[in-house]
């Protein structure tokens, strides 16, 4: 028979008393909430003169942006996701151009294997179609095939993690301009002020709302009327992708 196992105060949050009596073991939550937190710090570096997204100063930026509409509950975590996107672009920008040289090296190496493999594909024919071949020059044809198929399984099998090797940040989208991260920015805005339902009017707060925020973002000031534009833009081309 299994004795039955008493689970740990931590897993119930009580634990019995002497006497029966049952008292509750669980501290109370002292941590202020994340809406009393305006100053966490980014998760990334910013560009040189630019400071991290907070609370506190996207507090300030939306008292314009929004005009006298309710400014959302939860601006640590908008401020949040727009310093992981500034980060992933700066690391795009910054370092994509040597990454996107080492996967062109990479792309070489496999077109060269491949001549290879072609190149050793039409031997083989010849080897075949030779009427008379000496035992000498068998067994050469055989040995450089043989050693030929041994570097190709150590290249498939080698763990290749040295700096001049390709990384992730050579498969990332290029990041070029304010264009590409745009429409992230305002979907995260957009989900920030939910319930509201904002539209992409060119006027509109979130349009705005990128705009104001861009030149922390990337350096550059576009137009509210080029986001808004742009925005639609967006949300045309996926609406054609989705039929």
């Known amino acids: 028979m299994t004795k039955k196992r008493t689970p740990p ?3 119930t949050g009580r634990t019995k008393q002497k ?10 939550n002292t941590a202020p909430s994340t809406s009393d937190q305006p100053n966490l710090r980014a998760r990334v570096a910013f560009w040189p003169g630019q400071e991290p997204f907070t609370a506190a100063n996207l507090e300030k930026l939306l008292d314009e942006v929004l005009k006298g509409q309710a400014v959302p509950s939860d601006l640590v975590t908008l401020a949040y996701d727009l310093n992981d996107i500034h980060g992933a672009f700066r690391l795009r920008k910054t370092m994509g151009p040597e990454s996107r040289n080492k996967q062109a090296t ?19 024919q010849a080897f075949r179609s030779m009427e008379a071949i000496s035992p000498k020059t068998m067994k050469a044809e055989i040995r450089l ?9 150590a290249m498939q099998k080698h763990d290749f993690q040295l700096n001049m ?22 979907d995260a805005f957009m989900i920030a002020m939910h319930p509201q339902k904002l539209g992409l009017s060119n006027k ?40």
């Open 145 to 153: 095939y043989q050693r030929f198929c041994l570097f190709l399984m």
């Open 9 to 11: 105060p931590g897993r």
């Open 106 to 124: 990479a792309k070489r190496v496999r077109e060269a294997i491949a001549v290879l493999q072609n190149f050793f594909a039409e031997r083989e």
């Open 204 to 243: 509109g707060p979130v349009a705005r709302f990128v705009a104001v925020v861009m030149p922390a973002m990337t350096g550059e000031s576009p137009s509210i009327d080029s986001v808004a534009q742009h925005l639609k833009r967006r949300r045309f081309q996926q609406g054609q992708s989705k039929r």
């Open 19 to 28: 006497g029966g009596e049952r008292k509750s073991q669980a501290k109370p």
């Open 165 to 186: 090797d390709i990384d992730e940040i050579a498969l990332m989208p290029e990041a070029e301009s304010w264009h590409q991260i745009a429409g992230m920015i305002a």
